[in-house]
């Protein structure tokens, strides 16, 4: 095998003994290939004219879909001018029309119907109260005679969802010709559309006239299975030649490719006399190149082989290839030394990598503090020892709360300051290390009680100067003493948790309060407006909630939460919270985080956690339209309906950066607009009639 590389001239002899059978096998490969990718390119041509028919027949269907949404929202007042405007503005479109379930009709073109005449009884009306959607009908001459249509048509339905009528739109079919018919397939192909009925509404056969041509009409012999994808022979209109059939629009219409048979098989042809060019050229070539191949490719690989097989690193690192100006591979002979020359230094590079990785294998990244690999392999080493040593577990109490109102960063910072103070503390006396998220351990040899306790107190003092955005940051500690009475590491671990969690349990509620206090105090800070809208809130919150005869206390509960709904605010960017101007995708994005965010602060307060039920909820529309959970009626908490209804008419009376304040008649007039769908009916009758009556 090894001659044969080097010695192209054999491959070339025995490359052209077969050459003719091989040529016989390829030509008639060649032939299959070439109709089968002709086939394909029509397949690809069908599929373009079907998006062409859809996106056509779809146009008008939009158009009908926002005509209904119109009848099903404002009924018939007005109609007729949308009619004939949304006539006017298609071409394609002969008339419109609406036909109810009484035989009335509003027709966009003026045409007044006999009415002795029941346009109930029309397929366009049969077909879409049948199919309860969009529905298509065969050709045929229209009412005045003067076109020759198909007809889309969807039926209209009242609030319950009944059918009170149908609406439909009359499609010239010259308009579908001059769409679709003047698009060519390859050189002389062309399409063809044929309704259900066999009748050709597209073809270079149709004319402008009010006659319909039957396919049966335009075959010369045999006939096209319409249902059947696929190809199919045929002579249309006395042309020989396929067609590939294809359905289209659900089945109504049928969209047909007819290649002429001459053009079919040229492609073929012509793939013959391009394959018997190119099977001359590449015997001609193919000495030459054999030749060139050999001087000025293997002998070179050969020298090059020989240099490299005298490279031994090991040995002599210094060794190089020699390099001459014509060798075809000096480059690479240049490369290969460069490779010797910087094997040296890569090792180096690799010895400092792997004190780095070292590193980051025993220190934590964020604190610098060493982490929970190295504490496990130092605790046995101070099990060795056999000394007493304490084992202090330390928790940052309230994480959870800044992650959740300032984001991951704040908390990042909050851990790395926490850590800090630990080492300031406890570096001289022991080994500090964090383990996890929020919590640190801290191994401390030969310290007894009276130490520990000092250190503790300090680590604490220190802790009152420590803030975020106002928020104060403490600590919760527990440690316990391995000596003669505990023995086991797992025991001393166990009980350090556990008389850190106690302590932390014994000022957790109180610390989550000020904590959500300081929150607040930030957020209107942020936001001058945000203080007086709650408490406005949290005024109507209450009215609402006495004029519907609730508790006193479930009344200040509703209060409360009026007065902290946005609290989760304090989450998003002031820049967007005062921007002026419409937001943006991303910055409307980000506002409908608020709900869960608040809800995520409140509910880690035992006292608040209702509350923050309704926080998350005050958003969501009685029609399942709101967020985040898209609730929907009495499935939404009755106080986040309170609060939504207090929320939208203060803000809608009230000026804001983006728009100006409405009157109060205005905003009544809103709520009941949004009534059922935005709001709770009964509750938007309560607050306009009950509470609304005090304010002037």
Known sequence: MRNLIRNPYIIGFLFLLPFSLAFVLFHVYTMNVTRSNLETIVELEQEHLKSEVSSYFNGIGRTLQTLTGHLEIYGTEGFLSSLVTATEQNPAIASIYYLDTDNNM??????IPDPAIDFRTRPWYLSAIEAGDLAYTSAFLNATKDKIIVSMSMPVHDDDGIIIGVLSADIDTRSITEHIGSQ???????????????????????????????????LDDGTIVLSTEGMQTVIFDGIHGVVFMSDVLDGNYHLGIFIPMDEYNTETAMMFNIFAFLSFLIVTVWASTAFMYRKHMVEPIEHLAYDVSLININNESHYQLPVTKNDLFTDVRKTINRVIEDNDRHINTIKEQMVALKELATFDQLTGLKNRRTYEIELVEVLKLGEPFALMMVDINGLKVINDSFGHPAGDKVIADSAKLLKDVFSDYGSVYRIGGDEFLIILVNADTELVEDLKKEATERMRSLHYRNVQISLSFGYDFMNELVTDVAELQKNAENYMYRAKLMTRTSKRVRTI??????????????QAHSLRVAGFCKDIARALQMPEDKIEEIGTAGLVHDIGKIAIEGSILNKPGKLTEIEWLEIRRHPEIGYNILSTVDELKQ???????????????GYPRGL?????????????????????????????????????????RCKNTQFDPKLVEVFIKNVLVKYH
């Open 517 to 530: 206090e300081t929150i607040m105090r930030t957020l209107h800070e942020k936001s001058n407006r945000e």
């Open 106 to 111: 509003i027709n966009s073109s003026g045409y």
């Open 632 to 672: 929907s009626g009495n499935a939404i908490p009755i106080e986040a309906r309170i609060i939504a209804i207090a929320d939208a008419y203060d803000a809608m009376t009230k000026d804001r950066t983006y728009r100006a304040e409405l009157t109060k008649e205005d905003a009544i007039a809103e709520l009941r």
């Open 611 to 625: 509350v923050a039920l309704w926080v998350l909820s005050h958003h969501e529309r009685y029609d399942g339209g």
């Open 184 to 218: 060519t397939v390859l050189e002389n192909g062309f399409g063809i559309l044929i309704d259900d009925d066999g009748f050709v509404l597209v073809s270079p056969s149709t004319t402008d006239t009010l006659t319909l041509k039957h396919l049966d009409d335009i």
